[in-house]
């Protein structure tokens, strides 16, 4: 890569060319004219995000470009089961004197979506640099205030292998999940919500991972290496891991989503951050683990899936495909359930390794069993008779 | 964090891939690469409780200057000769750069190298970051500038303007067709490797020369992540390399990628840098010189060469033409005053060019006059209505140009042009490299080799086709280039705004014949019409003049 040398710049002229210095058609335009808001004003999330992506069914007149060997090109609708209202609708074809036109924006209801995160550049990484800080700064002063010494021995081993093993789900999902999503989804909106999602995962594999580093300094017989045998052969942890290989399997983008992010996330994420480390670490003697599991339990309920919600609630009310689309999120609720239910059930043991015994298992089962009921009532789909096998 | 903790750090963080044991990760796309599975070193060694803090630091500063630039009343002193291609340019740049973004999942199962991954996925979200950060900066220009028209209906119109089309490949490239040749060679080891130092580098200096200082700020900003991007991209590169099966693959997508690029890139930046700036000092480089120093010294002798020992077959002879397009046969000037014949199919002003630019031109580039200089004087008599047409359909001795089928930039070289009937149509390419890129690379099988995951060349590439037959009025009003009162265009062919009648509007072009997709016509001819068209046509130019008669 080359760096910039520094040029001599000619001294400046004035040249009057500021808003609003002379009246003409269009002086005063100045919004972005090819999308309409969600809301009554465009919001500058909207503005750096919406029509990115083109679409060869409104404005993209010459079409995709470059196609995959089997000729598809760009964002294929068909990359999900679900459909948004218009999907079905031929992409408009070309010929000679055939004109550029499409349909009228939005072609097709994918493009309503909107992630009520708002997130883009400045959102993300300010939201980001604020947690890390705020997670080093935690461990910071629990470091100065040796916080860590009045561990007891089984908790250390808790903290090593559990919670260590937590590192390598948030990893998986990040990269070969969420990641892998952002090439997949049908507009710039879900993608970039998708992208965010993977690097909150990312970053909250890391935070636990760095945590780690910093036990491994301060607790003597800290063995910050546990964790991988914990994640390769612990049964208590096949469950979720198989689950978790699972869930990166998933072809359909929105499935791979959906499943992560209102099937898997409450019924075992939460679970095991809510209802097993941050109820347990506290009665330990532990009050700086809760923070980090913690942020990365912020991210999830108040971050991902509240962007999760919105675009799933968008389709299953959809004006042309609500009731094909609740077809099939039924299904997946059905099937991941009943994937996901005996690897929330195998981590049992865990809750009796503690010697300040967290609440009983089965009312943490009972907790994240409600609160899912909840997620899925919302989004107005089934609660699948899965859950209580 | 200190260099020793962030070494440890990064150490710590690998122990964060792991190998699945029940259910492989989902595998959506295919390459005719092969890797083998080694340890590896993640390049980046980037971790994300610095990279964040980092990130939102250079945030700081750019925001910091966008709000100075404003306070400052920096719009007061900024050259709209180098503003209106903004238009264009930052109409373009946002989704090549979300595109990068998209790209990077293509590597994952295809590069088996779990450290790798770690630093594709820092990369996607360094390419939400450029994506979104130039689609702001243009949203201020718009709310700042004298003239937001353009910038206001900017993403509209760069899908269904041809320079966006153009501009479109630098996006596409890296998202489709077989994984290591879009995500690997075309994006990372040429766009970003070679051409983001005069997209991100060159660029900016034009731009301060011209009076805006913010978009240096953006764009560097955007530059300091990139020399990671460089790393992933090295990193994939050498373990491709390693396999000996992948060498001819290599040599085909270095010869694809480094054409096309050349086609595209050089054809858009450099008429940014070369006509769309005031600055005229005869100290300040051209793009041909900024061209030899950064791709051709900084790119071609000292990242490519060396790889040759590596078994990496490099495209000597197309580097070396992309030279001589650049230097002998005006490439760049050819682009420009074909952008300028078609102002009125665009979405921004292109001021004429003046007795300073011409001097300019000709220390540069000595004959430039003589080639260029009469159809630019031309070009400023025509610029403002006075019962004549715009310069596309007076007589100036332009030949309109035919696409080129592959890179979708005319056939402006008129000398190099090719004809080829491919999948059963007549089409003309700009380059014999063009046409191999069409007729042999983009296919299912390379030099007797199966190439089953190699992409396709799709879509309505020639742009004039769609409009075959169109009024000019209607052509424009179909592209939505119109102005708030209905009728004013937003292109115009100068940079008058205060005069009502001096701005074109739609009953001008009313007036003109209809537009003609040389590429029907083409196929309409006889073969023995063909072979004389060719013939003449390639005996056309320099500046699109008609071939002389014998
Ligand atoms: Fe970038
Ligand atoms: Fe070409």
């Known amino acids: ?389 | 964090m200190s260099r020793q903790s962030v070494a440890r750090a990064h150490q710590k963080i690998q122990e964060l891939s792991w190998e699945p044991m029940y259910h492989q990760p989902v595998s959506q796309y295919g390459t005719d690469y092969t890797f083998r599975k080694a340890q590896k070193k993640d390049p980046l060694k980037q971790v994300l409780r610095s990279y964040f803090p980092m990130q939102e630091e250079k945030d700081h500063r750019v925001y910091g200057a966008s709000d100075g630039a404003i306070r400052g009343n920096m719009f007061r002193q900024v050259q709209e000769r180098w503003l209106e291609w903004q238009k264009l340019f930052l109409s373009i740049i946002p989704l090549p750069e979300i595109s990068a973004a998209r790209a990077m999942p293509l590597l994952f199962r295809n590069v088996p190298n779990p450290e790798l991954h770690n630093g594709q996925a820092i990369q996607m979200i360094d390419e939400v970051r450029h994506s979104t950060i130039q689609q702001n900066l243009k949203r201020l220009y718009m709310n700042n500038y004298i003239d937001p028209a353009g910038f206001n209906s900017s993403l509209r119109n760069f899908q269904n303007d041809y320079c966006g089309t153009i501009g479109r490949q630098f996006a596409e490239g890296f998202i489709t067709g077989d994984a290591i040749t879009a995500a690997s060679i075309y994006l990372t080891i040429v766009a970003e490797t070679a051409f983001t130092n005069t997209l991100f580098v060159a660029m900016p200096a034009e731009a301060a020369a011209n009076g805006d200082y913010l978009l240096p700020t953006v764009f560097h900003s955007v530059q300091s992540d990139e020399s990671r991007h460089i790393s992933n991209g090295y990193a994939t590169l050498l373990m491709a390399l390693a396999d000996e099966g992948n060498h001819q693959l290599l040599e085909r997508d270095l010869r694809y990628a480094w054409w096309n690029n050349h086609r595209v890139v050089d054809a858009a930046i450099g008429t940014f840098i070369e006509y769309g700036t005031k600055d005229r000092r005869k100290d300040r480089e051209s793009y041909a010189e900024m061209w030899r120093r950064w791709i051709y010294d900084d790119y071609y002798r000292s990242y490519l060469v060396p790889l040759e020992k590596y078994g990496l077959v490099i495209p000597h002879d197309l580097i070396e033409e992309a030279w001589n397009q650049i230097w002998n046969k005006g490439y760049v000037h050819e682009v420009a005053q074909f952008f300028a014949t078609g102002w009125l199919a665009n979405y921004w002003r292109i001021d004429p060019m003046t007795d300073k630019d011409f001097e300019w031109f000709e220390y540069k580039y000595p004959g430039w006059y003589d080639r260029y200089g009469k159809w630019w004087e031309n070009y400023n008599r025509l610029s403002t209505p006075n019962g004549h047409h715009p310069i596309v359909a007076e007589d100036v001795d332009y030949q309109y140009p035919h696409r080129c089928w592959t890179c979708m930039v005319p056939c402006l070289v008129r000398e190099d042009m090719v004809m080829a009937q491919v999948d059963g149509q007549w089409r003309t390419y700009c380059h014999e490299a063009c046409r191999w890129t069409d007729a042999e690379a983009f296919r299912p099988t390379f030099q007797g080799r199966n190439t089953p995951n190699m992409g396709q060349l799709i879509g309505a590439r020639e742009w004039e086709t769609l409009y075959h037959g169109w009024n000019w009025a209607d052509v424009v009003k179909d592209m939505g280039f119109v102005r708030d009162d209905g009728r004013t265009m937003v292109a115009q062919p100068h940079l008058h705004l205060d005069d009502p009648k001096k701005m074109w509007t739609l009953d001008h072009l009313r007036r003109m014949g209809p537009l003609q997709s040389p590429n029907v016509l083409l196929n309409q001819m006889t073969d023995e019409e063909r072979a004389a068209f060719h013939a003449s046509y390639v005996r056309g130019g320099p500046a699109g003049r008609f071939a002389r008669s014998e």
Do not use: C
């Not at chain 1, 108040?302 to 099939?328: G, P, S």
């Open chain 1, 1 to 389: 890569m080359t760096t910039a040398t520094e040029r001599s710049v000619p001294k400046p002229v004035f040249t009057d060319a500021e808003a609003g210095a002379k009246e003409f058609p269009d002086s005063s335009a100045r919004r972005f004219n090819y999308y309409v808001p969600q809301k009554r004003k465009q919001t500058h999330y909207e503005d750096v995000t919406v029509e990115v992506q083109p679409d060869p069914r409104h404005y993209l007149a010459q079409g995709w470009l470059y196609g995959f060997a089997d000729g598809r090109g760009g964002y294929p609708l068909e990359w999900t089961a679900l459909k948004a209202w218009g999907s079905n609708r031929p992409v408009p074809s070309r010929s000679p004197g055939s004109g550029g036109q499409g349909y009228e924006w939005p072609a097709h209801g994918w493009h309503e979506f909107r992630d009520p995160n708002e997130e883009w550049e400045l959102s993300l990484y300010r939201y980001n640099a604020n947690v890390v800080r705020q997670v080093n700064a935690n461990v910071d002063a629990a470091k100065q205030a040796k916080a860590f010494e009045q561990w007891n021995p089984n908790w250390v081993r808790f903290v090593q292998q559990h919670v260590g093993a937590w590192m390598h789900v948030d990893h998986g999902l990040g990269l070969y999940l969420f990641a892998n999503a952002n090439r997949r989804g049908p507009t710039n909106m879900h993608n970039t919500a998708m992208a965010v999602n993977s690097m909150h995962l990312i970053r909250a594999a890391q935070d636990l991972a760095l945590y780690q580093l910093t036990l491994d300094e301060e607790i003597e017989g800290f063995f910050g290496a546990a964790h991988l045998e914990t994640w390769n052969s612990d049964p208590s942890w096949q469950g979720v891991r198989e689950v978790a290989e699972r869930l990166t399997a998933i072809d359909d983008w929105a499935e791979a989503v959906f499943a992560a992010n209102i099937v898997f996330q409450p019924l075992v994420g939460e679970l095991f951050r809510s209802q097993l480390v941050m109820q347990a670490a506290p009665r330990n003697g532990d009050f700086v683990t809760p923070t980090i599991v913690g942020a990365e339990e912020f991210d999830f309920s108040e971050r991902d899936l509240r962007y999760t919600a919105a675009m799933f609630d968008l389709l299953a009310n959809d004006r042309e495909f609500a009731e094909h689309n609740n077809r099939i999120l039924n299904g997946w609720l059905a099937n991941w359930v009943g994937l996901t239910m005996p690897a929330a059930r195998a981590l049992q043991p865990l809750w009796s390794q503690p010697d300040s015994k967290p609440i009983r298992f089965e009312d943490a089962l009972d907790r994240v069993k409600s609160r899912f009921a909840g997620i899925v009532e919302d989004l107005g789909l089934e609660l699948p008779k899965e859950l209580d096998r």
